[in-house]
């Protein structure tokens, strides 16, 4: 049971006269982790073992990826620690002890990011926060697809220069001018429903705005080079991962797929892959579809109400803006979400 020292409580390692591997670590830094029963709680409740959690983050090295250099990729493509400022870091402690009752409420099915561990590597003055999350994506089969939706169509076009690359992250207006659509199954569809409308809810309660819904695409049969370029911000869903899904390998998180049958083209392991969903049989053409929920963090505070009356002065009080109030907010996006399925 957790006590609410527990979300205030850190534990700390400091390293000096370090002599191993010493071409490529400094010989003196500390290692603080943050709220540790809390983040070990929650990573049992998503059935996360913690020996497969260590091995997938410290097996190899992890390495960044996007053009902001602000997330880290594990070596096993399962999970991903983002860059935090101190600001993020201390509104994650805001967030904590809400998120973890949430997460207990809904028996960890949610498509909230799955928040698994916060640290703070110190070298020498600088200091570097990280936040690890379950990789939104799937470790193995590539997006060739990505949007970042928030409901709103004022600035929501991606740049000419974000378009020119080759995995850009689309808008809510590329989306409508594309025609683009999901096709999942009625069953998948309202369950993934429920679950956004629950977590929309949740996001409400605490004034929280400004997230979107990030929609990666993968195109079934489609062969190239395998995308390592990802969204670059926090991102999580459930599809019925419980606890002690994944055992005690030494091979980590993705390891639980070591023992089944090998997957064929667009299959995947909902334990392992557990954002996907996948595309239903009268689809236009066979896709898998990850969505989960990215930027939980940013909350309705006085630069949110100036930037939103800047706003309404430009666009018009009837624009489709994105700095409404949270109810506003999560009532547009849900509505939004709602049709983009087919």
Request: charged share 30%; hydrophobic share 35%; glycine share 10%.
């Amino acid at each position: 049971m957790l006590l609410p020292d527990d979300f205030r409580a850190s534990s700390k390692v400091k390293v000096n006269n370090h002599l191993f591997n010493r071409e490529n670590l400094p010989g003196h830094f500390t290692f603080k982790e943050y709220c540790p029963q809390v983040f070990r709680n929650l990573r049992e409740r998503f059935g996360i073992d913690d020996h497969d959690y260590q091995v997938s983050l410290t097996r190899t090295p992890p390495h960044w990826v996007g053009s902001g250099r602000r997330l880290l990729l594990c070596s096993d493509r399962t999970l991903v620690a983002k860059e935090l400022s101190g600001e993020d870091v201390a509104d994650v402690h805001g967030l904590l002890s809400h998120y973890h009752q949430y997460v207990v409420q809904c028996h960890g099915s949610t498509l909230l990011p799955r928040f698994l561990g916060m640290y703070r590597v110190s070298v020498d003055s600088e200091e570097t926060y990280l936040l690890v999350m379950r990789n939104m994506f799937s470790h193995r089969l590539p997006v060739h697809r990505k949007y970042d939706l928030k409901g709103s169509l004022v600035s929501r076009e991606a740049s000419d220069k974000e378009k020119g690359k080759d995995l850009p992250t689309l808008k809510d207006v590329d989306f409508l001018n594309k025609n683009e659509k999901v096709y999942v199954g009625q069953e998948d569809q309202r369950d993934f429903m429920e679950k956004l409308k629950r977590d929309v809810e949740f996001l409400v309660q605490l004034k929280i705005m400004d997230y979107s819904l990030l929609l990666g695409i993968h195109e079934v049969g489609r062969e190239e080079p395998e995308e390592e370029e990802l969204e670059e911000e926090e991102g999580g869903g459930d599809e019925g991962g419980g606890p002690g899904g994944y055992g005690t390998s030494p091979e980590g998180i993705g390891s639980f797929l070591n023992s089944h049958r090998p997957l064929g083209p667009g299959e995947f392991d909902p334990y392992v892959d557990v954002y996907a969903l996948r595309g239903s049989d009268a689809a236009p053409r066979r896709e898998v579809y990850f969505m989960g929920l990215i930027d939980v963090l940013t909350q309705y505070d006085a630069r949110k109400k100036a930037a939103h009356a800047a706003k309404t002065v430009k666009h018009g009080a009837g624009a489709e803006i994105s700095t409404v109030n949270p109810e506003q907010y999560g009532k547009r996006f849900l509505d939004f979400i709602t049709n983009i399925f087919a």
